[in-house]
């Protein structure tokens, strides 16, 4: 009886130990990026000073033909890959028989870092070259 005691107190300490450590891990994971900007849904590092350019698109009667289209994506494929670092493009279409004051933008985007000496300067953590390339093809 008293040799099954220590089992189950060695196996009692192993595992307190083990939740400790895991414990600690996450608290030090979460504290070590607690203070670092993060990019929002859009791409966009809030709080840091950014260019914004703004598309104002017409969507009226009559719509785009085939070619048009063609052209509007064309140019908006160059404007993505010419954005500067946490520079916002938004994108906001009117049309003849919308009455606002205001229009709401269709979609926002930021221009993406080019590389991770980009997030280390804004104080965000750095990343390789190959997950910036895969973020930029994910954001447009």
């Known amino acids: 009886m008293k040799r099954r005691k220590n089992r189950d107190l060695h196996k009692i300490v192993m595992l307190s130990v083990a939740l400790a450590s895991g414990i600690g891990a996450l608290a030090y994971a979460a504290l070590t990026t607690f203070d670092q900007p993060v ?25 785009l033909n085939t070619m048009q289209t063609r052209s509007v994506r064309h140019y908006l494929d160059e404007l993505y890959a010419n954005l500067s670092f946490n520079e916002r493009l938004s994108f906001v279409t009117t049309e003849g028989d919308q009455i606002s004051s205001t229009p709401k933008a ?22 390789s070259a190959g997950y910036l390339k895969k973020q930029k093809k994910r954001l447009f």
């Open 39 to 63: 990019s929002d849904q859009y791409g966009c590092f809030e709080g840091i000073e950014q260019r914004h350019t703004v598309v104002l698109f017409d969507a009226s009667e009559p719509r």
């Open 106 to 127: 269709r979609f926002h985007i930021c221009g993406a870092p080019r590389n991770s000496d980009d997030l280390e300067n804004i104080g965000a953590q750095g990343v």
